[in-house]
């Protein structure tokens, strides 16, 4: 679900929603695995600092906010109107989990979740959330922008 919400001088924000689950007995494989990026080029619906395969889950909700202020505090400073540089804050929240049917640590005629030297690199979210959050700046150059995360 996906929606663009005005917020008068306040600016807007892109808020996307999204959710799944998985009833039944599934491989770890064929569970839901949440989509990354890891490269340096931002993608929108993506988690930009989560690994490759770092979570899988057969319930889950998510939600990512955009939110593009349109220079409401930029353009409080001089030197920065002239350049028309815009704010943009971004959120990313995941939650989600595992039913013990599923997980692989539970369960001991599943495939097991993948190890590194013993150290697990694939996790069950368990009914916690996985947030990123960061803040950027738009419009350089007419189209350039740069974020913190």
Not at 88 to 116: D, H, M, Q, R
């Amino acid at each position: 679900m996906s929606k663009r919400v005005y917020l008068s001088q306040f600016g807007y924000a892109h808020v996307t929603m999204e959710g799944g689950y998985i009833s039944g007995r599934l491989l770890y494989p064929l569970l839901t695995i949440h989509r990354v990026n890891q490269t340096y080029a931002y993608q929108i619906n993506l988690f930009n600092l989560m690994n490759f395969m770092e979570f899988v889950s057969d319930r889950f909700a998510s939600a990512n906010v955009d939110y593009y202020l349109n220079g409401f505090i930029f353009n409080k400073f001089p030197l920065i109107i002239k350049l028309k540089l815009r704010e943009v804050a971004i959120a990313k929240i995941l939650y989600g989990g595992v039913n013990a049917e599923n997980n692989p640590v539970l369960g001991s005629n599943t495939i097991k979740f993948p190890n590194n030297d013993e150290l697990p690199t694939t996790y069950s979210l368990n009914n916690k959330s996985y947030m990123e959050v960061s803040v950027g700046m738009a419009n350089i150059f007419k189209i350039l922008r740069v974020d913190v995360f």
